[in-house]
């Protein structure tokens, strides 16, 4: 199997957390580096999580760099009642000796981290952004050369239907929607994977509790991670869902074939009360607007609509049942 170059950007994040471990383990994702930003936790959390991880994982050498504190324009709250306010819903990993990337001594920021890798690879990298987009945007914005090196960006984010941070909004594109925007509207290829999908992709609760019990590392801490439950909704009691997240657009770079997709232009909404939606133009007969003196939608994405959810947990499980 010839493996995809791929840069991660995240927000660790439980989720994130269970993407880290199966791109670590998948023999299809050459993991080149990992930027963190600003989102489920502030960055510093983000950052230790993510170095923590990597361990837990049994991963080598993989560069780490931090990015974004905070959005471009609106600062937003993280989403500590959905992740705890350690990001990892309280699950304890022993304490790393990984360090953040540097250069001649010199720390290196995300942005530069994924310039230079970009700029040094000699295939194109696809990007799997799991987080509120500031990093991308950022990157983009300052160093538009390296999108001929961009295979395609491949997000979680954005839905064609319901939100969770609002109704109608997704929390990484409602974080940033100035920056999904950027990235949607930038001409580099894009691929959503977004609630449509995600919310489905679950592991049975009798599943994440015998995972806790195996003799590998990785396969415990992606058992804890899986059994901890979120908060949603105000005022209600943490719930399980079983969701692996984020790591299902991994699934998704490695596994097409396990969902149905349509390419459909997206735009981000980034006024009034549905600021940060993903509005999915699903119309048969798209193109009316013009005649009612609206703007017509712009930017097209490869959307993913439907997914075998059984098909994306056996591909998750034994993927991490690789790792040690
Ligand atoms: C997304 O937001 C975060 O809470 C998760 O890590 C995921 O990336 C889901 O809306
Ligand atoms: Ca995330």
């Known amino acids: 199997m010839t493996a995809v170059p791929v840069l991660l950007d995240v927000d660790t994040g439980v989720d994130d957390a269970l993407a880290i471990l199966f791109a670590v383990a998948h023999p299809g994702i050459h993991l080149l580096g990992i930027s963190c930003v600003a989102g489920n936790a502030a960055l510093p959390q983000v950052i230790q999580n993510t170095l923590t991880v990597l361990d837990a994982a049994g991963a080598g050498d993989v560069p780490v760099a931090g990015g974004a504190h905070r959005p471009l324009i609106n600062p937003a709250r993280d989403a500590s009642h959905v992740h705890g306010s350690d990001g990892l819903g ?30 040094a690879s000699a295939e194109p990298v696809t990007i799997v952004a799991l987080a509120p987009q500031t990093n991308l945007a950022l990157l983009l914005r300052a160093h538009p050369e390296v999108s001929e090196k961009i295979e395609r960006v491949l997000f979680m984010g954005g839905s064609a239907s319901v939100g969770n941070a609002t109704a109608v909004a997704e929390f990484n594109v409602w974080h940033d929607p100035e920056a ?120 097209v994405t490869e959307v993913a609509l439907e997914v075998d959810a059984q098909r994306y947990v056996d591909l998750y499980l034994s993927t991490i049942a690789r790792l040690g």
Do not use: W
Request: with cysteine; charged share 20%.
């Open 90 to 119: 309280g699950i304890v990993l022993p304490p790393t000796s990984r360090q953040t990337h540097t250069l001649d001594g010199a720390e290196v920021g995300a942005i530069e981290l994924m310039r230079r890798i970009l700029l």
């Open 180 to 299: 999904a925007a950027i990235v949607l509207d930038s001409g580099v290829k894009t691929f959503m994977y977004g609630l449509d999908v995600f919310n489905r992709v679950a592991v049975p609760f009798d599943k994440a509790v015998a995972l806790q019990s195996s003799s590998r590392t990785a396969e415990r801490v992606a058992g804890q991670l899986i059994a901890h439950r979120t908060g949603i909704g105000a005022g209600k009691e943490p719930v399980y869902t079983g969701l692996i997240g984020d790591a299902g657009a991994l699934c998704a770079l490695v596994d097409p074939e396990g969902l149905r997709t349509e390419t459909l232009p997206v735009f981000v909404e980034l006024a009034g009360t549905s600021r940060g939606q993903t509005v999915v133009d699903r119309r048969v007969y798209p193109g009316e607007d013009s005649m009612h003196g609206l703007r017509e939608t712009t930017g």
